[in-house]
């Protein structure tokens, strides 16, 4: 069974950096695609940034780029995500997603989320 | 405002049909059969029950099903159940340099 357990959450003032962690589990970690997708309080879905299985290409959603850098440990089975010049709209429940390695554009499997709150 | 438009809710009786609307553009839903669907309970993370437009997970119920025509997407729940009440989200890949974009949501109620 598939599993992705986040971690690194936690309250940070504005301004400040985070870094959030994933721990794969349950697959061949190093085939596939990993995203990051996020949720603010009572909202909607929204997409953060993906990595290539091989870590040689990322992308992010505008309202990160810049800020955010997705990265990956193929040895350790481990996706994260740095988080830089935090604004309170960052403050959100991150997931961390797996895509389905067959070149499709679908989060087949996610994990329980790691709440970021930014405030002063 | 999102990528893609979503009634903000829907809702029907134990035993009915209802259909989700996700409307995009030519650069995302209508360009490309990556539209997924996903439901999430209150305090949960999304669960997969759509792909590729009409596919399937394991696991998933047969009441759920998925269809496209030109830049919008449906999902369609026959038989609604209870466990149906969730919000509901479609995705797309999109031509973008973001790659990926979500509907704003769709609260189901099973009255």
């Known amino acids: 069974q598939v599993q992705l357990v986040e971690s690194g959450g936690g309250v940070v003032q504005p301004g400040r950096s985070l870094r959030l962690s994933c721990a794969a589990s349950?697959?061949?970690?190093?085939?596939?695609?990993m995203h990051w997708v996020r949720q603010a309080p009572g909202k909607g879905l929204e997409w953060v940034a993906v990595?290539?299985?091989?870590?040689?290409?990322?992308k992010y959603a505008d309202s990160v780029k810049g800020r955010f850098t997705i990265s990956r440990d193929n040895s350790d089975n481990m996706v994260f995500l740095q988080m830089k010049s935090l604004r309170a709209e960052d403050t959100a429940v991150y997931y961390c997603?797996?895509?389905?390695?067959?070149?499709?554009?679908?989060?087949?499997?996610w994990g329980q989320g790691t709440l970021v709150t930014v405030s002063s | 405002q999102s990528a893609l438009t979503q009634p903000a809710s829907v809702s029907g009786s134990p035993g009915q049909s209802i259909t989700i609307s996700c409307t995009g553009t030519s650069s995302d839903v209508g360009g490309y059969d990556y539209v997924s669907w996903y439901q999430q309970h209150p305090g949960k993370a999304p669960k997969l029950m759509i792909y590729d437009v009409s596919n399937r997970p394991s696991g998933v119920s047969h009441r759920f099903s998925g269809s496209k025509s030109g830049n919008t997407a449906s999902l369609t729940i026959s038989g609604l159940q209870a466990e149906d009440e969730a919000d509901y989200y479609c995705s797309s890949y999109t031509r973008s340099s973001t790659l990926v974009v979500f509907g704003g949501g769709t609260k189901l109620t099973v009255l």
């Open positions: 990595i290539w299985y091989d870590g040689s290409n990322k």
């Open positions: 997603a797996r895509d389905p390695g067959d070149g499709s554009w679908y989060l087949q499997h």
């Open positions: 349950q697959f061949t970690f190093s085939s596939y695609g």
